[in-house]
């Protein structure tokens, strides 16, 4: 069982405690010295997440814990989901395999295969 991030009730939760403290967004926008209330507004409805050292601002603006910023949910994955990770990990790896020999390449080095 794995512990993750609930995007969407994190960010419904953060909205509700801002709210309940009369923080808006533009005073977050503010604080956090960002140039405008999207990145706020993506975290409230789910879109993504705050960086670690902005949840830390959050926190000490709503005096919790940053931990109570987070709604966490367990997550059980199906072998489907796992097949999926690994082929996506194996597609990466030969992408950055064939990247690397056309650098080779490039230079005039040969590469050869290991199983002869």
């Given at each position: 069982?794995?512990?993750v991030v ?5 960010g419904?939760h953060?909205?509700e405690l ?9 005073d977050?926008r503010?604080e ?8 706020v507004?993506?975290w409230?409805y789910g ?16 005096q919790v ?22 082929k ?11 990247l ?15 199983d002869?």
């Amino acid at each position: 069982m794995n512990y993750v991030v609930d995007m969407k009730k994190t960010g419904a939760h953060m909205k509700e405690l801002f709210a309940e403290k009369n923080i808006t967004v533009d005073d977050i926008r503010k604080e956090l010295g960002l140039k405008s209330k999207q990145s706020v507004y993506r975290w409230f409805y789910g879109a993504a997440l705050p960086t670690v050292g902005h949840l830390y601002t959050l926190a000490c603006m709503l005096q919790v814990p940053v931990d109570e910023l987070l709604v966490l949910t367990t997550e059980t994955l199906s072998d489907e989901r796992v097949m999926e990770i690994i082929k996506w990990c194996n597609d990466k790896m030969k992408e950055s395999d064939k990247l690397r020999l056309s650098y080779w390449e490039n230079l005039g080095v040969v590469i050869l295969p290991l199983d002869l």
